[in-house]
């Protein structure tokens, strides 16, 4: 996502920037930087991460994190995501 053009008469602009990471477990972490800007020169700059899961739901998603889910996220990338998951579960209450 690029930085949007100013919004008002003072030269102040705002804008976003998506960064996605995949880790081997097919797992997304999303990280938006709300960058603010006067006269093209950045003032101020905040940031807001998630984690998508293999199989959740990126209906809500920028349409390049449902990109990228949609080409990772394989059935068999799913499957072994709810294997794993299911293991760690019963781990869990063995302990």
């Not at 690029?2 to 797992?27: F, H, M, R, W």
């Not at 101020?44 to 349409?63: A, C, N, Q």
């Not at 990228?68 to 209450?93: D, F, G, L, N, R």
């Amino acid at each position: 996502m690029a930085l949007k053009t100013p919004i008002d008469p003072t030269g102040l602009c705002e804008g976003q920037e998506l960064k996605l990471e995949v880790l081997p477990s097919g797992t997304i972490q999303v990280r938006v930087a709300t960058v603010v800007c006067k006269d093209g020169v950045e003032i101020g700059r905040s940031y807001h991460r998630h984690v998508l899961t293999p199989g959740s739901d990126t209906s809500k998603e920028e349409p390049e994190t449902q990109a990228v889910a949609a080409a990772v996220w394989t059935p068999e990338v799913v499957s072994a995501y709810e294997a794993q998951q299911a293991e760690q579960a019963k781990a869990m209450e063995a302990n």
